[in-house]
């Protein structure tokens, strides 16, 4: 399995991993809406064939600028062998590499926490999501509200 960042010629590809990881068009659909706030893109590739996705997004935590975990996609035939969670270490290594504060992600803990996401009281969001799905991953010591992309909500 390859990591690397998502190149204009996967893009198709890339749709259709997260159309069918997720059994619908919705989240593939979003990648669009997502594109001015974008960044950066990988993709897992095995036998040079993307089975995996994910994407981050910037994100201000009131004054500070931080980044988003999603979408987050593994092709049906690909789960359960590890590519979501190379997706995942290999994307917050390169946010921590940008030197953000923090990474947010909106998701099940027992999958998110084995990263380090936690939920944490002092970042918080105003969209009626569920605390404990709500997570961070902090690098520097900040508090504030997140403000998702315009794009998550169209
Ligand atoms: C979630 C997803 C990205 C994980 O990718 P993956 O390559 O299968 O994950 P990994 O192989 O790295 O890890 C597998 C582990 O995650 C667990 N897992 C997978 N999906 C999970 C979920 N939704 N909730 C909790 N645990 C989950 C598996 O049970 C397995 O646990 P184990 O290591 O204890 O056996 C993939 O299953 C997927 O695309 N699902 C559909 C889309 C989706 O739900 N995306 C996440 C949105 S927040």
Redesign the pocket.
Known sequence: MEIRDELPEDREAVWQVEAD??GRPD?ADLLAKLEPDKAFSLVATVGGEVV?HVLFTWLPISEHRALAL??????PG???????????RQGLARARALGVPAVV????P???G?FGFAHDPKITQSYGWPDEAFQVVKYREIAGEAAYPQGFFL
Request: hydrophobic share 45%.
């Open positions: 990881a997720f989240e995996g999603a979408p987050l996609a593994v092709r690909a789960q359960g062998k590890g590519v979501g969670g190379e997706l995942v992600v909106l998701g099940d027992a999958y998110y084995r």
